[in-house]
């Protein structure tokens, strides 16, 4: 910071970037990507100092887990778009939102209130049947996690319900399967509604990168699942550090 304006340095104190910016931010659990602000605008530069995005949008904010998925971006006129990390535009900035649910070149925008979905050509792929939507699965078939008055279903691109919304909660986690809550209690289900795991706990929590499911139930107890659903430990939880991939178990024996 030099006179109310900041830059970039390494760690050796050389300068990555000029001094000329009114904010730098380290965008959240994003490598390679900072926010900067010059003259009222945002964009983006990279670690080594490069300009990615120029300062040019009311806001920018990041569109999923890493630059690659594109950033979401505000202009004058208070309208939102996507730009990908080369700064070629992906959606047209003509929305008056733009959740952060996306997937298979379909994203989930807001117009005069109502969500709908869109694909990168900027036509309507689906837009009556559902209140909001949650989620695009990873399947090729195509389909959507919705609400309607509350409850989660599943829909297909043509509008045809495939899962009833009568879920208080519901999450793919892997191609046809589903973290699903009834009440107060998690289950698992299929893409068929069979039940996997039953409804008999309070959280049911997925690692992606571990492929194991973490369940624990009123009394704290808790078992660990493989990607198959098979029980592979079972005890009392310790700690779960998601940062640095380990869990501590108190086993009982």
């Known amino acids: 910071e030099q006179n109310g304006k900041y830059g970039l340095i390494n760690l050796n104190g050389k300068e990555i970037t000029t001094i000329e910016y009114e ?11 900072f926010k900067i602000k010059k003259d009222g605008k945002y964009g983006i530069v990279d670690s080594e100092g490069k300009m990615v995005v120029e300062p040019k949008y009311v806001d920018i904010d990041i569109l999923g887990k890493d630059n690659k ?6 202009d004058d006129s208070g309208k939102y778009g996507i730009i990908d990390y080369s700064n070629n535009q992906v959606l047209e900035i003509k929305y008056d939102s733009v959740e952060k649910v996306y997937g298979n070149d379909l994203y989930v925008v807001t117009v005069n209130g109502k969500q709908k979905l869109v694909n990168k050509e900027n036509a309507d792929v689906l837009t009556e049947g559902f209140d909001s939507i949650k989620q695009i699965l990873a399947s090729q078939e195509n389909a ?23 879920y208080d909660y519901l999450e793919e986690t892997k191609v046809g399967i589903f973290i699903a809550k009834k009440g107060d209690k998690y289950g698992i289900i299929n893409s068929n509604v069979e039940e996997k795991v039953p409804f008999e ?5 997925y690692n992606k990168k571990a492929d194991i499911y973490i369940t624990e139930d009123i009394n704290l107890n808790t078992n660990v699942l493989n990607g198959n659903l098979e029980t592979k430990i079972s005890g009392i939880l310790v700690e779960l550090n ?6 501590k178990l108190f086993l009982l024996i």
Request: aromatic share 10%; proline share 2%.
């Open 242 to 247: 998601e940062a640095k991939e380990y869990l």
């Open 201 to 205: 706990y309070t959280s049911i929590v």
């Open 23 to 33: 904010e730098i931010i380290a965008m959240s659990g994003i490598e390679n990507s």
């Open 69 to 74: 998925s594109g950033f979401i971006v505000k």
């Open 144 to 166: 959507v996690i919705f609400t309607k008055t509350e409850k989660y279903g599943v829909m297909n691109l043509s509008g045809e319900v495939l899962i009833n919304p009568e």
